[in-house]
């Protein structure tokens, strides 16, 4: 027979607990809002970066190409301004360029032609002399120390600085003379080169200006940008022509968007340049917009994930009260099958006293019969039979109130559980059975158990189980159950142990189960311990088991203290 002592009581299994319905409700929408929110989440961030650098990329190429398509449209108009004016140089002979009558009429065919175009005409000699001219800007009787003269008379033609156009706009071509070199030299309108230019320049703040190579800038239209970033575009290489678009700083220290092309005719380069503020803007509002869309079905998910968790917490509940009533079903179905294994032992208690009942009443019946019944013998001995009678109906009495306490409706109210007369009236109740099987019931109670909280009726359920499973495990003459009790430091362990056949070890993890028995058919329904695990799950208590095969089994109840609870 197994038996467990305080010191080698072995650790318990707690009994699992099944989560409340709000709680497994509220981990529903948890998961739910975690696995709507988060692909929505994730693909919100994929769409804002590629949409980001997307966005970026087009306005860069935007603003490149408009860079570009200015760039062409001025070079174009240069080329075709120094093919007018060789056209001129071709047609009329030096000598006639070199009368101003001749030449301001020349120049007056031009801008009849060309819609002011052409705002003057100079013929410089190979000293840098002006032979010939028209229009203020000839005032200057000799430009041979110009900068740009040197380059001018070396080349088969010329564009002065693009970025000094507010000051002076002129183009170049040579004439070959036998006396050096002359240069024919036209001063155009810059108003035109602005016409062009505006016409790619972006709508909103902005603007224009032209670099040379040098980084000389017309001051009033590149005040956006500062030395540095100046010095940066004008050192700027296309490749194979292409425009190129840079981000820098202006001279407030706010970040522009620079696209730089070549103009080819003068050799510098046309800058457009924008805010990244104002290229940005449209970006900033489809941001906006994706966020607000986000929000709205982030809210959308929770709203229905919250809809959803309420209909789902409502039928758990329903499902839960529903098992609630089938597991009270299942208590009475037990207390029912536990009574039904009492029966014959019940009824074989009573029947003994209500044949002693019988018998003294026959005796009474003989004495009333005799010839002097009022004698006081046979009164003496009527009064003695009538309290062998009194003293068995009370017996029965006791039997049967025991039974039928037992037997009336579960009150699963909690109230305080004395243990060790817990005890007593459990074995008093199965001694009978016991009896047949002839197996001893033995008693092993600890006075310093102090009491625990708990439904009686439950607990009482729950021991007379045990103890009849134990009775029925002992297939052998000799057979010992023993009922124990023992106090812990913030617990009551009480303990059903027996020497009967034992549980295999297969079988062993199984015996909770609902409806496993290694009963035979029709001996059992396999709800007993499962329904003892469930009913200690309520009071926080513990049950386990140990067994060995040929040796017993003991069964383990742990409950918290009244005072723990």
Known sequence: MSHASPETDTSVEPVRKIPSPRMMSGQLTVLTILVAIVPLVCLGTLGYVFHDSSYRAKVRAILGEQAMSAAQGVNAFLEEKIANL????????????????????????????????????????????????TGPASASSAAADAPWFQQAISRPQFVSSLGMRDTQLFIT????????????????????IDDRVRLFQPAGPGGSFFLDRHGSADPSASGSSTRETTAILAGQVFPEGRP????????????????????????????????MDDVLRPLAKARLLGLAIMLLGAAGIVATALALARRTEQRLLKAELTQQHMQRQLVEAGKLAAIGELAAGVAHEINNPLAI?????????????????????????????????TIQGHRCREITHKLLSFARKTDTSARVVRVNPLLEDIAGFARQKA???????????DPAVEDVAGSPTELQQILLNLVNNAIDAIDKPG???????????????????????????????RIFD???????EGQ???????????ILSKMNGTISVDSTPGNGSTFRIRLPLRSAV
Not at 117 to 128: K, M, P, T
Not at 259 to 267: D, F, I, M, N, R
Not at 524 to 534: P, W
């Open 86 to 133: 060789r056209q001129e140089a071709g047609t009329t002979g030096l000598a006639e360029l070199s009368d101003p009558a001749r030449l301001r009429e020349r120049l007056h065919t031009l801008q009849d032609a060309y819609q002011g175009v052409f705002l003057g005409l100079d013929i410089l000699d190979a000293s840098g002399m002006v032979v010939a001219g």
């Open 173 to 192: 071509v040579r004439i070959a003379s036998g006396q050096g070199p002359w240069l024919l030299r036209a001063h155009l309108d810059p108003a035109q």
């Open 244 to 275: 190129v678009v840079i981000d820098a700083r202006d001279d407030r220290n706010d970040m522009r968007m620079y696209g730089c092309a070549p103009v080819k005719v003068s050799g510098g380069i046309l800058v457009i340049h924008q805010a």
């Open 357 to 389: 009942m019988m018998e003294n009443a026959g005796w009474i019946e003989d004495l009333l019969s005799s010839d002097d019944p009022y004698s006081d013998e046979n009164v003496t001995e009527i009064r003695s039979s009538l309290q062998t009678i």
């Open 435 to 445: 009896k047949y099987r002839e197996v001893e019931i033995r008693l092993v109670l």
């Open 479 to 509: 057979g010992l159950v023993e009922l124990s009790s023992f106090r812990e430091p913030d617990a009551v362990r009480i303990t059903v142990s027996d020497n009967g056949q034992g549980i295999p070890a297969d079988v062993l993890p």
């Open 514 to 520: 609902p409806f496993f028995t290694t009963k035979a």
């Open 524 to 534: 059992g329904t396999g709800l007993g311990l499962a329904i003892c695990r469930d």
